[in-house]
């Protein structure tokens, strides 16, 4: 009657699951599959006949500068948004989680980066980042440096992406972090006073443990997204007449070469093997990223 039992709850199981393993298999699994079968493949265009090519797709990206410098540029924007904008968030979450007035109105306001559309976003930073009028460089004019050409130089360009990106992940990870720090029990700081620890010892031994899951998590979710970044460049820099992502291909990414190599060339096998290889990048970055979690995390 057990194994009866058991063979008839399984199969329920996988009825209950059979409409989402549907879905699932039909707009993600099947693409990922039929993607890396044509990146071994090209596409004539006069006759859009498809012929098999092997590996020559992958050859010719391993000696692609172009490709050399998206993959560059989109190291460099992960390095420089997602540690910074965690170790941003967590200082002011720490703030937020203090008894101090007006605490829910500063948690909407730095949430609300979030919930903004990324046009929008771009369309305020490009103004900040005027070269002429922007509000930037009126306020570095204050303290005697003179105005930066932030978004039409090669220079600049990135940093330019790198900050306003920063900016603009901070409400998701302020709330992430906020959630964390509203579940750790206040007897443990108390106990931590109580021994004579400070404010940093309180903050290594009870704060940082306990809050490693939520550090964790938006690393790893930080660290995708980060490899994936193809909106605020387009809006950025790309929404004009030439759509370049940024002067000098200053900004150009993995993403964005694909989406060149797809739209504007329609190379689209060269476009999917592109795609191959960041997958296959973001799966080792996010394997090694759990390998470590196991060792750092705490979990309660």
Known sequence: MT???????????YLYLAPALLILGTFSIYPVIRSLLMSFTTVHRRSMEVEEIGLHNYRFLMEDPRFHL?????????????????????????????????????????????????????????????SNHGILNYFLGFIGIAPRPWIEHPDYAMTALII???????????????????????QLYLAARVDGAGVWHRFKAVTAPLLSPSIFFLMVIG????????????????????????????????????FQRFWDDRNFGLATAAAVVLFVIILIFTLIQFWLGKKLVHYK
């Open 164 to 186: 306003m990106s920063i900016w603009s992940r901070l409400g998701f990870n302020i709330v992430i972090l906020l959630a964390g720090l509203q579940t750790i029990d206040k």
């Open 223 to 258: 660290v995708i997204g980060g490899f994936r970044v193809f909106g605020e460049i387009y809006a950025l820099f790309a929404s004009g007449a030439t759509p370049l992502p940024g002067p000098a291909n200053s900004a150009l990414t993995v993403v964005y070469y694909v």
């Open 3 to 13: 194994e009866r039992r058991t063979i008839k709850e399984t199969i329920q199981a």
């Open 70 to 130: 998206a993959l560059r540029n989109t190291f460099t924007f992960v390095l420089g948004v997602v540690p910074v904008a965690i170790v941003i968030s967590l200082f002011i979450a720490v703030l937020l989680n203090q008894k101090i007035r007006g605490a829910a109105f500063f948690r909407s306001v730095y949430f609300l980066p979030f919930v903004t559309s990324t046009i929008a976003i771009a369309m305020v930073w490009s103004w900040i980042f005027h």
